[in-house]
């Protein structure tokens, strides 16, 4: 039975449009309750079983690592930082070169889902295939959507799209070697680039949950964020 315990958290963004709201304090250090948005993420991996973390940074990486340092409660963390913008498929690529075992759960650390592991694990074992955590919201037109039948992914729609549907909930259960095609330290988008090229005959499996979801890249869900999230953040 395959099992994951380490992580990739996209911690690199610039967070421009909450510059108004959070000043000098990188994306990932944005409070949340009076903590820290990124230790969110850790006391949710933590809590699933995870035992290493990379940190995928770039803005302001000395704040983060000053803040963390080399671990977490029992979790050891690593940290890649971009020498230049890579984008997220660019980041996920280089991460992932620094991972010890063959496969990884990458989350986007920009947004956060309560997500189940062991519910992916149990998918990505059945299948043997790549699994994308999605979360079925009322409007889909920010996010973009996913396409599928019976939990197979048969595609991706741009953003733009009204109405509900299931969108890309930012969270991955991938082996280490999926994106070993594109060079390391070249840029490229995971979203736009690396998903758009896949169908049904790459055998991604959709893992819907119907739980709170929150991207906090705007002003008006990082205020959301700091009531909905306020017990996941002690």
Do not use: W
Request: charged share 20%.
């Amino acid at each position: 039975m395959t099992t994951f315990d380490e992580a990739i958290i996209l911690a690199g963004g610039l967070g421009t449009r909450l510059r108004a709201v959070i000043k000098e304090v990188p994306k990932p250090l944005a409070p949340i309750a009076g903590q820290p948005f990124l230790k969110i993420h850790l006391n949710h991996l933590q809590k699933q079983g995870i035992k290493r973390v990379i940190l995928s940074i770039g803005y302001k990486a000395d704040q983060i690592q000053k803040t963390f340092g080399g671990n977490y409660q029992s979790m050891a963390i690593t940290y890649v930082v971009e020498k230049e913008k890579l984008n997220t498929g660019g980041a996920i690529r280089l991460a992932m070169s620094h991972a010890k075992s063959n496969r990884v759960c990458v989350l986007n650390g920009d947004s956060f889902l309560p997500f189940d592991l062991s519910q992916g694990i149990a998918l990505f074992n059945q299948y043997q295939k790549s699994v994308i955590y999605g979360c079925h919201i009322p409007d889909t037109t920010r996010f973009g959507r996913i396409d599928h039948k019976r939990g197979l992914i048969k595609g991706f729609r741009e953003k733009g799209l009204p109405g509900p549907g299931v969108i890309n909930a930012g969270v991955y259960l991938m082996p280490t070697d999926l994106l070993d095609a594109f060079p390391l330290n070249q840029p490229f988008s995971l979203e736009q680039v690396f998903f758009s090229s896949i169908g049904p005959e790459q055998g991604f499996r959709l893992l819907v949950v119907n739980d709170l979801f929150i991207d906090i890249g705007i002003p008006e869900d990082y205020q959301r964020a700091q009531t909905e999230l306020l017990s996941y953040a002690y």
